[in-house]
C-alpha cells in the first residue's frame, strides 16, 4: 500500500532562517506531488506541483522553491524565512484522488 | 480562472441536528471530489462524484453531483460529535491530466454536544 511521510512534524524558526521541509512516498511509481500550504482555519492553497524528476510548476510567485530530485521524494526550500511564511505544510501525492501526508506545522518568529 | 467556491464557511450545530454544505464551481466539471480534515489533520478523501446527477451515500453522510455538473452537496443527517471537521469539495483542473485539484475553502462544522 501507498504512504506519505513529512517531516518535519512541527517546525520553530526565525524570520530570516533557511528551511527545508521533505516528503517522501512509498508504495507507488511517480506519483504527481504536490506541496500546500494551509493558514490556521483557512483552505489549502497550492504551492507547487510537480510531474516528475526535475518538473516544477509554481502557482505563486513568494520565496518558497520546491525540488524533486528522486521519483518520490519533494522538498520545499526557503533561503530566508518571513513572518508570513507561518502555517501548515501539506504535501500530498495523486492518482485520480489526492492523499495527504501528515503536514509540517511552520511557526516562523 | 477555474474557481470552486463552497458555502458555509462555518457552520455550528446541535448534535442530531442535520448539516449540509453547498460547493459550486465556476466551469463544468468532469469529476467532484470531497475530503474531509479533522482539527489538527490532514485531509482525508471522502468519496468521488462522476455522472450527472449521482447521488452517493456513506451511512449518514449524501453526496449530491449537480445535473450541469456545476455543483455539488454534502448533507449529514443527525450529526455526531464525531463529525467535527472541515469538509472541502475539489474539482480537477479543467482540460489538465496533471491531477491538479481546485479546492474550495471548505466548511468548519462544529457540533455541540
Known amino acids: 500500500s501507498q504512504t506519505i511521510h513529512q517531516w518535519p512534524a512541527t517546525l520553530v524558526q526565525p524570520v530570516g532562517s533557511p528551511l527545508s521541509l521533505e516528503c517522501t512516498v512509498e508504495g507507488t511509481s511517480n506519483p504527481n506531488l504536490y506541496w500546500y500550504r494551509q493558514a490556521a482555519g483557512r483552505g489549502l492553497q497550492l504551492l507547487f506541483y510537480s510531474v516528475g524528476i526535475g518538473q516544477i510548476s509554481s502557482e505563486v510567485p513568494q520565496n518558497l522553491s520546491a525540488s524533486r530530485p528522486q521519483d518520490r521524494q519533494f522538498i520545499l526550500s526557503s533561503k530566508k524565512l518571513l513572518l508570513s511564511d507561518s502555517g501548515f505544510y501539506l504535501c500530498?501525492?495523486?492518482?485520480?484522488?489526492?492523499?495527504f501526508g501528515p503536514g509540517t506545522r511552520l511557526t516562523v518568529l | 480562472g477555474q474557481q470552486v467556491m463552497q458555502i458555509p464557511q462555518y457552520q455550528h450545530v446541535q448534535e442530531g441536528e442535520d448539516f449540509t454544505t453547498y460547493c459550486n464551481s465556476s466551469t463544468t466539471l468532469s469529476n467532484i471530489q470531497w475530503y474531509k480534515q479533522r482539527p489538527g489533520g490532514h485531509p482525508v478523501f471522502l468519496i468521488q462524484l462522476v455522472k450527472s446527477g449521482e447521488v452517493k451515500k456513506q451511512k449518514r453522510l449524501t453526496f449530491q453531483f449537480g445535473e450541469a455538473k456545476k455543483n455539488s452537496s454534502l448533507h449529514i443527517t443527525a450529526t455526531q460529535t464525531t463529525d467535527v471537521g472541515t469538509y472541502f469539495c475539489a474539482g480537477p483542473d479543467r482540460g489538465s491530466t496533471l491531477g491538479r485539484l481546485y479546492f474550495g475553502r471548505g466548511t468548519q462544522l462544529t457540533v455541540w454536544p
Open positions: 500530498a501525492w495523486s492518482k485520480h484522488e489526492q492523499f
